[in-house]
């Protein structure tokens, strides 16, 4: 987004209230300038927003409209979060990532001693490959197991892809900065760069909410329930126009202005990840707030949370989620009580059908689009990572 200071005080319109557009506000307001943030919906946060649900026992709760997991490498998304006043400490629960994290009680020394080969040689080749191989050949060498319990589970979780079709160049460039980059050090400690952070209130809360009054208290303007037509009216009031949708959204914003980017906007092709929230008994806890499940057609779910908002509400994840919502569901309970040992009952299933790209491994990315007086930020324009909340907000910042 080519706001710089030094360019005098200028009048922003950002389009679209998500983790890329809130993102662009807050450095555009400290860069000095105006800041007006357009968002259609009378929600914040995008594709990571609150919901209101209701539980069995009649009770009204706020979750997420699906769970999402950050990283200690996450170093833009946790310093945007502190910028606007989150305690980190207070809204993020850390699970250091350990073999014993995923499904490793079967192994044999082979499958360790495979394992530690792969990883050597990707560390050895610079966590590099030659654009087109998919996750699948970068894993040629791994056991049935370790291709199963480890590289599959990573690549669901990071790309939202499977392996056979996923991008091995975003994928080591993931594991990269999870293993190789230095600690997040923050006020109230450090997040080493492979730990896990899971959300222990809603995102809304962590980041939208807080960065809406943030902007608000700087002097800049956010107005809910407001959708933009077309660029022109905005162009002729602005000096700059950040363009912060969805990509079907931007697509269309910019059809007569970029034809050839919007083009290439609209041959995307997108992945779904579904969350089932189920209620087990109140007196149920999970060994850990992450465990990864078995999973295959008839198991879907790959891992299960705890979440706080009450006691014995789960959150089950489906990345690449296949089939209709009441089959996943279905199939997600069943494995749950099949694997937990307990009753549970459905609470609500969300299925974000176009939740991230299809992180594929002949995908080219649409690029960055920077035009006189109007810039496109977005998890899905080129960048170094994949449909994830610090894609977003790197692409902002």
Known sequence: MLI????????????GAGWAGLAAAVRAVQAGHQ???FESSR??????????????????VTLDNGQHVLLGAYRETLDLMQTVGADLTGVLTRLPVKLATLQTQHWTVFDYVSLARVLVGWCLRGFSCPQGTT???????????????VIESLCLSALNTAPAAASGQVFLRVLKDAFLSKSYVYAGGKYASFDMLIPSVDLGSIFPSLASSWLQGKGARVRLGERVASLQALQSEFDHVVVATPPWEAARLLRDVAPDWAASVERLLYRAIAT?????PADFELPKPMLALPSDAEHPAQFVFARREASGLLAFVVSDAKGERE????????????????ALRAVSTIVEKRATLACTAPTKRPAKLVLAGLSVVGDYVDGPYPSTLEGAVRSAL
């Not at 005080?9 to 389009?15: D, P, S, T």
């Not at 914040?44 to 919901?51: E, S």
């Not at 199939?331 to 099949?338: D, H, N, S, T, W």
Request: no cysteine.
């Open 276 to 280: 089932v929230y189920a209620q087990a």
């Open 327 to 342: 089959t996943l569901e279905q199939r997600v309970l069943a494995q749950g009580e099949a694997k937990l040992g307990v």
């Open 4 to 15: 710089r200071k030094n360019v005098g005080v200028r009048r922003v319109a950002i389009i």
């Open 43 to 60: 929600s914040l946060g995008g594709r990571a927003r609150a919901v209101e649900v209701t539980l069995p026992s009649g009770e009204r």
């Open 35 to 37: 800041v007006t943030v």
């Open 135 to 149: 996750v699948l050949a970068l894993s040629q060498s791994a056991s049935p197991r370790v291709m199963k319990d």
